[in-house]
């Protein structure tokens, strides 16, 4: 459990597609440290999808399958640090549409009750100029079109919620805890010493936690 001295952990979420979209991301990861946050970048801090599934298909999986366990990894790496390890999400809407998986993100996010501020300076909609109510209804209808504003806007979402009780894992439906419990472990091996240069390491935590049990259908 999390002392109230610690920092407040963000998650940050949108899209990655690109290098332009990656380095915006960075640039609101950057931001949020720079005003005493801790944050999550998926693409900095969690798996490097490419590498660890050179690493299954060099060890005679087959690349749709492996790719297959691997997202089910990621899923579940992004659910344990929306559930246990972030105590707020900062959501960026750039794009002609919102990317998606940070649409979900948003949604686990509000449904947690957890703090949660919109980022976009993206003019382009699909509803003359305005943002599907269903998405910005979780912000309150409210963002922020300035890096900067971010940390005061966050500031004010965590001052209007109760932060720091943790969530009750077991009143979660099973499939989530499911997720939060191989999330975990996946987690506790990327923090260990060296994990980010050692993607076979990596990739035997994915082979145990979620490659298909009956390997020998699949060879057939």
């Known amino acids: 459990m999390k002392h109230s001295s610690e920092p ?9 597609f690109n290098r332009s979209e990656r380095e915006e991301m960075t640039a609101i990861a950057d931001r949020l440290s720079e005003t005493g946050y801790t944050v999550y970048l998926p693409h900095r801090d969690g798996m490097e999808f490419r590498l660890v599934l050179e690493v299954l298909v060099e060890r005679n ?8 366990f691997l997202h089910e990894a990621i899923f579940a790496l ?3 640090q929306l559930v246990v390890e972030c105590e707020a999400m900062v959501w960026n809407l750039n794009g002609r549409t919102p990317d998606e998986g940070a649409v979900s993100e948003a949604a686990m ?6 703090p949660l501020v919109a980022y976009q300076d993206d003019v382009r909609s699909l509803i003359q100029g305005r943002v599907n109510p269903l998405l910005v209804g979780m912000v309150g209808f409210e963002s922020v ?3 900067e504003l971010i940390p005061d806007a966050l500031s004010v979402a965590i001052m209007n919620h109760d932060l720091r009780p943790a969530v009750q894992l077991d009143l979660l439906p ?9 999330g975990q472990v996946l987690w506790e091996a990327l923090c260990s010493e060296g994990a980010q240069e050692n993607n076979e390491m990596i ?7 979620f490659a298909p049990n009956d390997r020998s259908t699949l060879l057939a």
């Open 8 to 16: 407040i952990r963000v998650y940050c979420a949108g899209p990655l």
């Open 61 to 68: 999986w087959d690349a749709p399958t492996a790719a297959q």
């Open 78 to 80: 992004d659910v344990y």
């Open 109 to 114: 996010t509000w449904m947690l009750g957890k």
């Open 145 to 147: 079109d300035r890096i």
């Open 174 to 182: 099973a499939k989530v805890q499911q997720a939060v419990h191989a």
């Open 203 to 209: 990739a035997s935590v994915v082979e145990e936690l």
